[in-house]
């Protein structure tokens, strides 16, 4: 596992970081009753599934999260020269995921085309890792053990 340390960042960058999330949740906490009346008047509304009495949701509310987000994406490539490439291919890997969910609650697409197109949307941090760009450790799960994540 690495450390801040290892990455060459401090304590004072951690506490930079739990800022910019911060930040990011209020934007998105902001703008997300503006987008609830924006969907009402689209008609993107649904029907929650799992409640019992099935009431009306706005759909499509992920969106928000992801122009919540991207801001302080932003930030962090601009300051954290260090991690620019974790960076990009958590924001190619979201932003891709994002999209496939918004055009899957407009047109609702297939559970193998969605499988696949979230397994497309992973694969920059796969790449990003394998060429070096970034390290990601194997994963250790408990009962099976450390997994390997390469070819």
Same mark, same amino acid.
């Given at each position: #596992?690495?450390?801040?340390?290892?990455?060459?960042?401090?304590?004072?960058?951690?506490?930079? #970081?739990?800022?910019?999330?911060?930040?990011?949740?209020? %934007?998105?906490?902001? #703008?997300?009753?503006? !987008?609830? =009346?924006?969907? +009402? +008047? =689209?008609?993107?509304?649904? =029907?929650? %599934?799992? =409640?019992?009495?099935?009431?009306?949701?706005? /759909?499509?509310?992920?969106?928000?999260?992801?122009?919540?987000?991207?801001?302080?994406? $932003? $930030?962090?490539?601009?300051? !954290? /020269?260090?991690?620019?490439?974790? @960076?990009?291919?958590?924001?190619?890997? $979201?932003?891709?995921?994002?999209?496939?969910?918004?055009?899957?609650?407009? +047109?609702?697409?297939?559970? !193998?085309? +969605?499988?696949?197109?979230?397994?497309?949307?992973?694969?920059? %941090?796969?790449?990003?890792?394998?060429?070096?760009?970034? @390290?990601?450790?194997?994963? $250790?799960?408990?009962?099976?053990?450390?997994?390997?994540?390469?070819?």
């Amino acid at each position: #596992m690495f450390t801040f340390e290892d990455m060459g960042l401090s304590i004072v960058d951690l506490v930079i #970081m739990i800022i910019i999330a911060v930040c990011s949740f209020f %934007i998105t906490s902001l #703008m997300f009753p503006q !987008y609830m =009346k924006f969907a +009402k +008047k =689209k008609g993107w509304i649904g =029907k929650d %599934i799992h =409640k019992h009495d099935r009431p009306e949701v706005v /759909e499509s509310g992920g969106i928000i999260f992801i122009i919540g987000l991207i801001p302080a994406l $932003v $930030v962090v490539f601009i300051l !954290y /020269e260090q991690i620019r490439f974790e @960076t990009i291919a958590f924001a190619i890997s $979201v932003l891709f995921s994002g999209i496939i969910g918004f055009i899957d609650d407009r +047109k609702v697409l297939g559970s !193998y085309l +969605k499988l696949i197109l979230l397994i497309l949307a992973g694969l920059p %941090i796969f790449l990003f890792n394998q060429f070096g760009l970034i @390290t990601i450790n194997d994963p $250790v799960i408990p009962i099976l053990g450390e997994l390997s994540l390469d070819w």
